[in-house]
């Protein structure tokens, strides 16, 4: 079992940065990939970027490549998701996911979600 809290939303300019971290409860954080999702009310929630659980492989929505960089320490459990260039399209609650697999994450098969975390860029 492992129970996932999100930070860093905000409030930011577009073209700004933002950093989100994802800190995860749970003695077995590290044999799991974890993802970013976020969701606009009114739309389904959209996969953003996954890591494997050794932090060697990452993956990327393509509206994201480029601008957002996922990492993780599994010393200290946590994932975070460092976010540049933001757009005004990317308003967005912002939600931590675990699971086996990037490629499960990718498609949607969440084992675990964080509650989510606000994020804003004004136009």
């Known amino acids: 079992q492992v129970q996932l809290v999100e930070s860093g939303g905000g409030l930011v300019q577009t073209g700004g940065s933002l950093r989100l971290s994802c800190a995860a409860a749970g003695r077995t954080f590290s044999s799991y990939a974890m993802a970013w999702f976020r969701q606009v009310p009114g739309k389904d929630r959209e996969f953003v970027a996954a890591i494997n659980w050794s932090g060697s492989y990452t993956y990327y929505a393509d509206s994201v490549k480029g601008r957002f960089t996922i990492s993780r320490d599994n010393a200290k459990n946590t994932v975070d998701l460092q976010m540049n260039s933001l757009k005004p399209e990317e308003t967005a609650v912002y939600y931590c996911?675990?699971?086996?697999?990037?490629?499960?994450?990718?498609?949607?098969?969440?084992?675990?979600w964080g509650q989510g975390t606000q994020v804003t860029v004004s136009s």
């Open positions: 996911a675990g699971g086996g697999r990037v490629e499960r994450l990718r498609d949607g098969r969440v084992d675990y």
